[in-house]
Structures are given as structure tokens and as C-alpha cells.
């Protein structure tokens, strides 16, 4: 008997357990243990895409997006990570997927940013381990200089394209609306500080 008086709150309390324990943050910040800087970042990156179906019937270029705020005793800085992969290409010729992007334009809504190449290793951002995971094991990383500013922009923005290389530019137009990840970027945008 006492159960079953006790069953309402019972469900209650299961229910909201199951909620908690159900919901995946957006944003999450992260101890680097190498160096001691605290991380933030979105748990869902932006997708991009390129399609290369000149090469294959489904070949298509990816570039994965993603904000960083590393800070290091009070000092932040931010950056756009880029996974850059396709599925033309393997481990062997990952240079490849490097060509041209020491050259990249974000355009927000039209306006263009063009984007500083930051490094292609975890060192140049003052981490040790990585931020994001590749999607693919083949995909190179990259790290891009950017203000917090940029990123509140790029968050609120309808239209997202980018453009990689200067001699024959290649363009990426943002897979589907991303609902995830722009609700990740808006509320990293508000958890990053300036």
C-alpha cells in the first residue's frame, strides 16, 4: 500500500531522471590535461559539403566546423576547427586535402571573412589533446583565428557558404540547417567570453 501512495512522485522522479540523464549538452568545456587550458566547444559541428560528382557518382568534399575558446588563466583566444576530408581520398593523400586552405572566406549572410590559418596541428591552439573528433580517420585538421564576435555572427546568420583557394576557388554550401548546430553555436556564443 505505501507503493502505490507513493507511486505519483515515484513517476515524477523517474521521469525527470530520465530527462537528465537523456540530454546531451550543446556546449562543453573540457580540462586539457597536457597543458592545462581549459576548452570550450560545440558538441555539434557544422557540416559542409562540395559535390564532386564529376569524379564518381557520390564523390562530395566535406569540411566539419566548429568553434573553440581556449583559455589559459584568463587569457582566451577562439577558433574555427575545420575537419576536412572527402570520399575520394585516403590516409596517403591527406596533403591534398591541405591545398588551398591557407586560403578560406567564410561568407555570413554575403559578408565575407576571410579566415587566418592558425596551424594544422593540435600545438598551434595550446592544446594537447583534440577538441573535436575527426569524422572520418582520414580527414585533416585545421584551426583558423577568429574573434568571438565572428562566431556570434556565423550563429545568427541564414545564409552560411565558404570558399577555399585563391586560383580556382572551390565553394561549400552548408548541408541542410543544421538545427543542432546552430543551436550549439548560439549557445556557445553565449557561454564564450570576450
Not at 587550458?37 to 566548429?66: C, E, K, Q
Not at 570558399?163 to 538545427?179: K, T
Request: aromatic share 12%.
Amino acid at each position: 500500500m505505501r507503493f502505490v501512495r507513493n507511486l505519483p512522485g515515484f513517476l515524477i522522479f523517474a521521469a525527470l531522471l530520465a530527462a537528465c540523464a537523456g540530454s546531451t549538452p550543446v556546449v562543453q568545456e573540457t580540462l586539457d590535461p597536457g597543458s592545462g587550458v581549459t576548452v570550450l566547444r560545440s558538441t555539434a559541428p557544422m557540416i559542409f559539403f562540395r559535390d564532386n560528382s564529376s569524379y564518381a557518382a557520390h564523390a562530395r568534399d566535406y569540411i566539419y566546423l566548429g568553434p573553440i575558446e581556449v583559455n589559459e588563466m584568463g587569457t582566451r583566444s577562439h577558433y574555427l576547427w575545420l575537419g576536412i576530408w572527402s570520399t575520394m581520398r585516403d590516409d596517403e593523400r591527406l596533403a591534398d586535402d591541405r591545398i588551398g586552405f591557407d586560403n578560406v572566406i567564410l561568407f555570413v549572410d554575403g559578408e565575407p571573412f576571410p579566415l587566418e590559418l592558425a596551424g594544422w596541428t593540435l600545438d598551434s591552439i595550446g592544446v594537447t589533446e583534440p577538441v573535436y573528433v575527426k569524422p572520418v580517420a582520414s580527414a585533416a585538421d585545421a584551426y583558423y583565428y577568429v574573434t568571438l564576435d565572428q562566431i556570434r555572427l556565423l550563429a545568427a546568420a541564414q545564409r552560411i557558404e565558404l570558399r577555399v583557394g585563391s586560383a580556382r576557388p572551390m565553394h561549400y554550401e552548408l548541408w541542410d540547417q543544421q538545427g543542432p548546430a546552430r543551436e550549439a553555436l548560439i549557445e556557445f556564443g553565449r557561454r564564450a567570453y570576450d
